[in-house]
């Protein structure tokens, strides 16, 4: 019988003419591979996060935020200021401020911060005086009622605290994004004083 031969050594044995249905299974190690270095088709990158979408966190964030701390102040027994006045207190903290350096440390609209630091002062939680330098400006601290609502709120604030870092993982998410917010609010506030931005 005639026989023809492959010249792939170790692939094909001695087989009939005619007869290649008959040949043994390609062995895997033989079959033909793709370059390690082949380009590969590119997978769709996800669009990811915009600055826009964690603006729009930011804002839900702050109003869900002020929403749960008035049920908060509710259950302090606080019920004549609103969330952002003692917001306000934090604001102040230990220091010892004018009006001036307090509308410039939160941020405040100058009308906004009259009539909250005038609540505050009403109901007894801010002291307020003239400066021993210039009787025209008023200086203003937390007095000892303003103190005691603040530290009222820090324990409150302790049981939500432990809902967001109940791991090492999640302390260290809690840490990224405190310096995530931190570094938004430069980015702003240069863009604001120096307009520091690549907007044509």
């Known amino acids: 019988m005639e026989h023809k031969y492959s010249n792939e050594v170790g692939l094909f044995r ?9 040949l043994p299974p390609v062995p895997r190690s033989a079959q033909a591979r793709e370059p390690a270095d082949a380009p590969r088709p590119a997978a769709e990158e996800s669009p990811g996060i915009s600055h826009l979408d964690l603006v729009r966190v930011v ?20 019920d004549d200021l609103s ?16 009006v001036r350096d307090l509308i410039d440390r939160g941020y405040y609209l100058g009308s906004n911060a009259s009539y909250n630091l ?23 601290r937390l007095s000892e009622k303003g103190r005691k609502l603040c530290e009222d709120v820090r324990r409150m604030d302790e049981s939500y605290h432990r809902l967001v870092t109940r791991n090492a993982e ?9 310096r995530t917010l931190q570094r938004l609010e430069n980015v702003w506030t240069g863009a604001l004083r120096y307009g520091e931005t690549n907007i044509a």
């Open 14 to 22: 001695e087989v009939p003419t005619g007869g290649l249905a008959e």
């Open 59 to 78: 804002e839900r964030v702050h109003r869900r935020y002020l929403d749960l701390f008035r049920l908060d102040l509710g259950r302090l027994g606080v």
């Open 83 to 98: 969330p952002s006045q003692v917001m306000m207190l934090f604001t102040i903290g230990s220091d010892e401020l004018t």
């Open 118 to 140: 005038k609540r505050l002062v009403e109901g007894g939680y801010v002291d307020r005086s003239a400066s021993e330098r210039d009787r025209r400006s008023a200086r203003i």
């Open 170 to 178: 999640e302390k260290r998410d809690l840490e990224t994004a405190f």
